[in-house]
């Protein structure tokens, strides 16, 4: 066995650039599945985040189609009372116009009370956020995303300006007292704007302006997850008890379909970039049969001394796959390198998947041995006198 990997090392480097060019062809196949498999997995984690920062991982309660039934402060005490329910905000929410530093804009309006930034993941960058007594007072005053101070003041602190809000056909003005920014911002920047800017008002001012005195919904953030399923059908047990008609929708499940989805698309992906791992494996065949016909000589006279076909395989399948490793090591090292400085550039963490690098190195390993299968098993076929008569 000494042998035969003192001669794969010596063939190797027999004709240099040859080499040296195959094992490139192989690195650049496995640095394509890596890098783009590596970024698929670091964009879903990324989309991920966002959608929990969204409160993606709640359910959220609303009134079925036709009921006559309203969501109240007695239905949000119920459900604030299951077990497995950690908080639970009520939930308001229109598309509107409004007026901001004399430009019009277009936000969607949340109503909201003081938990949240329990259900949903709002980083306070400026100022605060809504408080019981601006919910119990109906303080005019609201919270807004910083992508709308950077829009019109060129800056993020804006505590203190106001912005009007035409909620139920009656322009409101509101104080802005914090500026925060979530999940919803990066979503905006990658959609081009399409999602409207965001401003949280108390649900109590909405409910007078709208002269309601219910919630559209209420959203219900989980205590544990993986118990969502378990959880919404308390829910419903819940506030069935009086034959409501109220639905639970799981945004989890939503969250893991768009998962599968984005699963699906970097394996697509992955599958394309692959391609160039079966043109890598065709690259290594040529190689190895020039390497036979080169070696015909050699292989005559190894065998009129002894040296068996099994040698002869065994040697050749070798140095194809010393091919294969040398150039699977170097791409995934240039993969992973590519994938962080992307990632740096985006101002995403990168992490390192080992297990998609073993994988795609078995896979390499596979390619390379397939395609080394038939240069030698021609050289272990070629018969010793007819090898040293044709050298």
Same mark, same amino acid.
Request: aromatic share 4%; charged share 20%; hydrophobic share 45%.
């Given at each position: 066995?000494?042998?035969? !990997? @003192?001669? $794969?090392?010596?063939?190797?480097?027999?004709?240099?650039?040859?080499?040296?060019?195959?094992?490139?062809?192989?690195?650049?196949?496995?640095?394509?599945?890596?890098?783009?498999?590596?970024?698929?997995?670091?964009?879903?984690?990324?989309?991920?985040?966002? +959608?929990?920062?969204?409160?993606?991982?709640?359910?959220?309660?609303?009134?079925?189609?036709?009921?006559?039934?309203?969501?109240?402060?007695?239905?949000?005490?119920?459900?604030?009372?299951?077990?497995?329910?950690?908080?639970?905000?009520?939930?308001?929410?229109?598309?509107?116009?409004?007026?901001?530093?004399?430009?019009?804009?277009? =936000?969607?309006?949340? $109503?909201?009370?003081?938990?949240?930034? *329990?259900?949903?993941?709002?980083? =306070?960058?400026?100022?605060?956020?809504?408080? @019981?007594?601006?919910?119990?007072?109906?303080?005019?005053?609201?919270?807004?995303?910083?992508?709308?101070?950077?829009?019109?003041?060129?800056?993020?602190?804006?505590?203190?300006? *106001?912005?009007?809000?035409? !909620? $139920?056909?009656?322009?409101?003005?509101?104080?802005?007292?914090?500026?925060?920014?979530?999940?919803?911002?990066? +979503?905006?920047?990658?959609?081009?704007?399409?999602?409207?800017?965001?401003?949280?008002?108390?649900?109590?001012?909405?409910?007078?302006?709208?002269?309601?005195?219910?919630?559209?919904?209420?959203?219900?953030?989980?205590?544990?997850?993986?118990?969502?399923?378990?959880?919404?059908?308390?829910?419903?047990?819940?506030?069935?008890?009086?034959?409501?008609?109220?639905?639970?929708?799981?945004? +989890?499940?939503?969250?893991?379909?768009?998962?599968?989805?984005?699963?699906?698309?970097?394996?697509?992906?992955?599958?394309?970039?692959?391609?160039?791992?079966?043109?890598?494996?065709?690259?290594?065949?040529?190689?190895?049969?020039?390497?036979?016909?080169?070696?015909?000589?050699?292989?005559?006279?190894?065998?009129?001394?002894?040296?068996?076909?099994?040698? !002869?395989?065994?040697?050749?399948?070798?140095?194809?796959?010393?091919?294969?490793?040398?150039?699977?090591?170097?791409?995934?090292?240039?993969?992973?390198?590519?994938?962080?400085?992307?990632?740096?550039?985006?101002?995403?963490?990168?992490?390192? *998947?080992?297990?998609?690098?073993?994988?795609?190195?078995? !896979?390499?390993?596979? =390619?390379?041995?397939?395609?080394?299968?038939?240069?030698?098993?021609?050289?272990?076929?070629?018969?010793?006198?007819?090898?040293?008569? @044709?050298?």
């Amino acid at each position: 066995m000494t042998d035969i !990997i @003192r001669s $794969g090392f010596r063939c190797l480097f027999r004709s240099k650039l040859r080499s040296f060019l195959t094992i490139a062809g192989i690195a650049v196949g496995v640095m394509s599945v890596v890098v783009v498999s590596s970024i698929g997995e670091i964009g879903k984690a990324s989309i991920n985040s966002e +959608l929990s920062g969204m409160g993606m991982d709640s359910l959220v309660v609303s009134v079925q189609s036709g009921a006559v039934n309203k969501l109240t402060e007695e239905e949000l005490d119920r459900i604030k009372s299951i077990d497995t329910v950690e908080n639970a905000m009520p939930l308001m929410s229109i598309i509107t116009n409004g007026e901001i530093k004399n430009d019009r804009v277009t =936000v969607m309006a949340w $109503g909201v009370n003081e938990d949240a930034d *329990n259900v949903i993941d709002l980083e =306070v960058t400026h100022g605060r956020l809504l408080n @019981r007594g601006d919910i119990l007072e109906k303080n005019n005053v609201c919270v807004i995303d910083e992508a709308i101070a950077l829009e019109h003041y060129k800056r993020t602190n804006i505590v203190g300006k *106001n912005i009007t809000i035409n !909620i $139920g056909g009656m322009p409101t003005e509101f104080e802005v007292v914090g500026v925060v920014k979530n999940g919803v911002n990066t +979503l905006q920047n990658m959609l081009g704007g399409f999602i409207p800017d965001f401003v949280y008002v108390p649900y109590s001012v909405m409910q007078s302006s709208l002269g309601r005195d219910n919630f559209d919904q209420i959203t219900v953030k989980l205590e544990d997850v993986s118990r969502s399923a378990e959880t919404a059908a308390a829910v419903e047990t819940v506030l069935s008890a009086d034959g409501s008609d109220f639905s639970v929708d799981n945004l +989890l499940s939503q969250k893991e379909k768009m998962n599968n989805i984005l699963s699906i698309a970097t394996a697509a992906l992955s599958a394309v970039a692959g391609i160039s791992l079966v043109v890598s494996g065709i690259s290594i065949m040529t190689v190895m049969l020039v390497s036979v016909s080169e070696r015909t000589g050699e292989i005559g006279i190894k065998k009129s001394v002894g040296a068996s076909r099994g040698v !002869i395989l065994t040697e050749f399948l070798f140095e194809s796959e010393l091919i294969t490793i040398i150039g699977s090591i170097a791409g995934i090292v240039l993969g992973i390198v590519i994938s962080s400085v992307i990632c740096a550039a985006v101002g995403s963490p990168a992490a390192m *998947n080992l297990k998609l690098c073993g994988t795609v190195m078995l !896979i390499a390993l596979a =390619v390379g041995g397939c395609f080394g299968a038939y240069p030698a098993y021609k050289a272990a076929s070629l018969n010793p006198v007819d090898a040293l008569r @044709r050298e």
